[in-house]
């Protein structure tokens, strides 16, 4: 069965996208025995550093292997650089080799965005057929490794762009982490709203639209409560866990040159992430609903 595609996506930024994708993947992984590809969308590079560490990362870009390269030769060159090319394989600093893969990306990500889109304007394309070239030259190069994984976690740059709205055209689910407060809640529902437009309007198919309460504190009596709203608005949408504000997942974050068990890398956390691979697998592998 091909993988199904993961847009770790939300216009807020600093909700834990990039924390939620890489262990989420780890999880699937290791606990779940899934092969899991993340796809770093953001030029910040944060979900490239964070599962690859520095020096793998360098090295991968030095090598040209990010994914500014591969758009970059669809304009430059009349041939494209393999997608498969850019990937890295068990990158993880997990005991174990769990099998998580990496796409990665590179600072220079956010040029190649601009240069393409100035370069198509002075062709005379509109946006959306820009919007449509993208999102094609995406779709090819993950097609051809679709069918190695279970999993393709793409892990969105916040806010708008033409790259993340690629990554939600092309999902089978949205993952959407969000802060339970009033703030992050106005976020969301416009988010949610556009975005179940926008795949509506450009697949037409049934798509999955998950949140998950990140950062999230038990204490603060806000967020319980918004928690709870953002449970009965959306039901089965909403993870059950909450991923709590704790500085063991901003610590699993730093990457370990010594390979450590899962337990030693979340700590206190680690049954939590372990519990979202659960409810996340519980979700995605049931018939989709919206
Ligand atoms: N549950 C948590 N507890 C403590 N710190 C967290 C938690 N989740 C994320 N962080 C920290 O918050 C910061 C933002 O997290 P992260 O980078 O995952 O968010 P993001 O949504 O990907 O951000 P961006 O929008 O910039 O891509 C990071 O420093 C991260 O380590
Ligand atoms: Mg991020």
Same mark, same amino acid.
């Given at each position: 069965m091909p993988a199904r595609l993961v847009s770790v996506i939300n216009m807020k930024g600093g909700v834990g996208k990039s924390t939620t994708t890489v262990s989420l993947a780890e999880t699937l992984a290791l606990h779940q025995r899934r092969r899991v590809l993340i796809i770093d969308l953001d030029p910040q590079t944060n979900?490239? &550093? #964070?599962?690859?560490?520095? +020096?793998?990362?360098?090295? #991968?870009? +030095? *090598?040209?292997?990010?994914?500014?390269?591969?758009?970059?030769?669809?304009? /430059?060159q009349q041939k $494209? @650089?393999?997608? @498969?090319?850019?990937?890295?394989?068990?990158?993880?600093?997990?005991?174990? @080799? $769990?099998?998580?893969?990496?796409?990665?990306?590179?600072? %220079?990500?956010?040029? /190649? +965005?601009?240069? #393409? &889109?100035?370069?198509? /304007?002075?062709r005379g394309f509109q946006i959306d057929m820009i919007q449509k070239w993208i999102c094609e030259r995406f779709a090819n190069g993950v097609k051809t490794v679709?069918? +190695?994984?279970?999993? &393709?976690?793409?892990?969105? $740059?916040?806010? !708008?762009?033409?790259?993340? %709205?690629?990554?939600? !055209?092309? *999902? =089978?689910?949205?993952?959407?982490?969000? !802060?339970?407060d009033y703030v992050s809640r106005l976020g969301l529902i416009s988010f949610r709203k556009r975005a179940l437009r926008l795949i509506n309007e450009r697949r037409g198919g049934p798509s999955q639209l998950m949140v998950l309460a990140t950062k999230y504190d038990d204490g603060f009596s806000l967020h319980r409560s918004e928690a709870q709203l953002l449970k009965d608005n959306?039901?089965?949408? #909403?993870?059950? /866990?909450?991923?709590?504000?704790?500085? =063991? &997942?901003?610590?699993?974050? %730093?990457?370990?040159?010594?390979?450590?068990?899962?337990?030693?890398?979340y700590g206190a956390m680690a049954p939590i992430v372990a519990k979202l691979g659960e409810e996340f697998l519980a979700k995605v592998e049931r018939a989709p609903a919206l």
């Open positions: 979900a490239s &550093i #964070m599962v690859a560490g520095p +020096e793998k990362w360098n090295t #991968m870009r +030095e *090598a040209e292997r990010t994914l500014d390269f591969y758009f970059e030769s669809y304009i /430059v $494209p @650089k393999p997608f @498969k090319q850019l990937i890295e394989s068990k990158v993880s600093d997990l005991k174990g @080799k $769990p099998e998580v893969a990496l796409c990665a990306s590179a600072p %220079e990500f956010r040029i /190649v +965005e601009r240069d #393409m &889109i100035e370069n198509f /304007v002075k679709i069918n +190695e994984y279970d999993y &393709i976690l793409i892990d969105c $740059p916040p806010g !708008i762009s033409l790259f993340a %709205e690629a990554a939600l !055209i092309a *999902a =089978d689910a949205v993952l959407a982490p969000s !802060i339970p959306l039901g089965e949408a #909403m993870f059950d /866990v909450r991923i709590p504000q704790h500085v =063991d &997942i901003a610590k699993a974050a %730093e990457w370990s040159d010594t390979p450590r068990t899962f337990d030693q890398k």
